[in-house]
């Protein structure tokens, strides 16, 4: 007679229970190849169950081939269904995530401030434009992105930076994360080597290692990559953030740019330029891209992570004609493309200027945040800092000079509930910026940003001398 | 003097234009270094503007180092800016791609039809839920979904095929094209070699391509792998469709799937279970997962892209513990998260089983399709024909013997507006499937079949014989 218990309230069906049962027992070997089964009349007494409850899991069972039955004889078990039981792996306890964690003080860089956005507007634009998709949209609608979105992204790329870029040159991405990883792999010939600056941010580094790029670095100062170092051992493109270099700050001067350009197109290189928050520029206008220099070698990239928010999942890169094929079949071969309802309010969002009027505001916004920050780490501080780069973006590299911040002070500060990175965390050859933090402030208001520093105050009075 | 051209009602500003023309002007080296410019009062006689467009331009371009200027000397170009100009590539025209083409006969495989699925409803939903999340859920939430999501696929996963799963074992994806693209990554350990189903998903096949992997391919017959095929040469994994083999459509019996698992546990390799379209199933319940033998071996993709639609781009992983960190890890430098509104709203649709309600109302329609399709099948091909595969899916393969289905057939089809795929086209070993078709039916309306089917007659008829 079978052993078998039945749960009498659980969310699975008696006949599931059954199925599943009489299936373990069977490739566990307590029913062996061959073994007789009662007939589901004869079952359905034993178990007290109806009848249809025993049928239903004998179908199960047949259909799967775990048992088979002849006309005019009984039902047996299959053959071949043994399984020894399986080694159990060690289980490892869920870790919590970055993002699950709460911080006294977050200077955690590249976060725009949530709090600010229109959530109501957007969500209701979310909703006016997904109601007017047509269903093929629903389907796969091609890897290159919503052909309205294109559009307004030239548009705001030409009255935003003066860049004029043909719609079908542009490639809606999940991100700028993706826009790289995807260029990485679109680049890869014989030599998977890339020109990087050094530092770099460590992101985007761990993506281009991923796939397994061999990564030359060369050094950055005040006024970012430093192009006399230039040298080609054999890479297939350089990656630059000629806007904002981040995390350093500094802006490339004219000449270097024109000193880039020369080496990619002597050696025959791609340009990726990484324009990651060049809206957020607090004197003057945006810097033009380095893209509008060179179209046929720049490859600009860009994301509305930090304009809008992060979760939005919306980034492009302009590519010249050559590697759109390419793209499409690499697109299409890793995850077809983006979800289109956010693509059609993003779409939306720039048709109508909200997006132009948002970052007027967010500009304001972040650029007092950037002079609080300044006069509070003055108050706190004292005169004991230095900082880097130009007047934009979303964070602040202060050097201390004498100070050593390595990854043992960035961890007792969390110890501390204070997060800060120091810039040798994206520093490819160590040691050469032991002295700076990289501090984001665009997400913290006048309050917070205090609160913070003042935190962060001991850390630092504690920090090793160099 | 300087030959400067504004246009007055151009998008761009005119000190946009001013700049963008003085800074093309040096790099092209018509302004060569050192060169003196007028003062921004001249220029803007000159030019017939106000100063504060000459004075915004000179800004721009000195802030980008493309002019120096010295307290008590007049402003000059710099040094270093020329370049040669660009060699132009040669442009290709935009191609019409895959989805924006109108067939008179369209039978893709893999459709769900969209018409049929509540939009409205959804939207309201995508709204609602979108509404309800907190300002953290638009910065970055972590690599792996939204619990509330992860949550209800684990209850649904035990409701509709019993299997147990630990939510935190789930791991959203964008689609399962992904899925199988971050596992190749993930399991591409010192050979990138993997088992695969002989015929196969040929996109699927792709994306294991596009890794580098090296394809080992076991023949499938009308009950999928022929396991006794099996042969190990250093495979790191096996990939199979074992609820419904695509495109063949055989379901793979419990005697299979245990010498599977057993050859998986001998030579220590992963099993991707791709479950692409195991709700419609047209007689019994859903098989059970493989996933549910050995849930330490078998990792689990599903998707919701044909269940609800395509253009959701959600999916899911179940991967055993050892796993997770560096799906973490992989993850995070691929393309970070999907969005989270969509997972939302489908935790809802969760939720309140209007999922469960869907499935069942489609099952019903797509299982009448079916038996429409046959019997029209049968009506206008006569007898020539034999099905291949289980009760199941949206698309069937038919055989017809003694013909010949090549890609010319399917190149002359769609040249007369008929979409048809070969199953030849799925074929890693050439020449095995050449009599046989894969027809998608399940977004065809019965007129649409019997329209389609009418039109592809004359292309069988004519035809190679082997």
Redesign the interface.
Known sequence: MLVIELRRHS??SLA??L??IL?DQ??AGQLPPGELLPSTRELARQLEVSRNTTY?AY???S????IVSRPGSQTRV???????K???????L??K????LNYLADFRTG?PD??R?P??LW?QL??KT??TLS??????????GLPALREEIA?WL??SR?LAVDP?CIFI???A??AL?LLA?LLAGKNREIIVEDPCHI?ML??LQ?KGFQIRPVPVDQ?GMQTAYLQNKGACAVYVTPSHQFPLGG?L???????L??FA?DNDLYIIEDDYDSEFRY???P??PLC???N??VIYVGTFSKIL?????VGYVVL???L??PW?H?R???????????QAALAEYLRTRKLDKHIQQMRRLYGQRRQTFLQLAEEIFGNIWIPWGDAAGLHLVLEFPGRHFDRDFAKNCRQQGIYVTPVEYHSICKGSHLDKLALGYGHLDSEELRQGLLLLKKPIDNSKLC
């Open positions: 969310q699975l599931r229970q199925y599943q299936r069977m490739t239903e179908e199960m069972l259909a799967e081939g775990y299959a053959d071949g269904l043994c399984l020894e399986p080694v159990s792996a060690p289980q490892s869920p870790q995530t970055e993002s699950q976060r949530l709090r956005f959530q109501h969500l979310l909703r997904s109601e269903p093929a949209h629903w389907g796969y609608s091609g890897p290159e548009a030409l009255r003066g079908e991405t999940a991100g994360t993706q990883y792999g992101g761990r993506v991923s006024q802006i001067p004219a000449s270097r740019r024109a000193e350009i020369r197109r004197s003057g206008t810097v033009a509008s220099m060179d046929e070698r928010f992060p979760a939005l999942r010249p004609p050559q759109h094929k499409r690499l299409t071969h890793t995850d077809v493309q983006n979800p289109p309802f956010e």
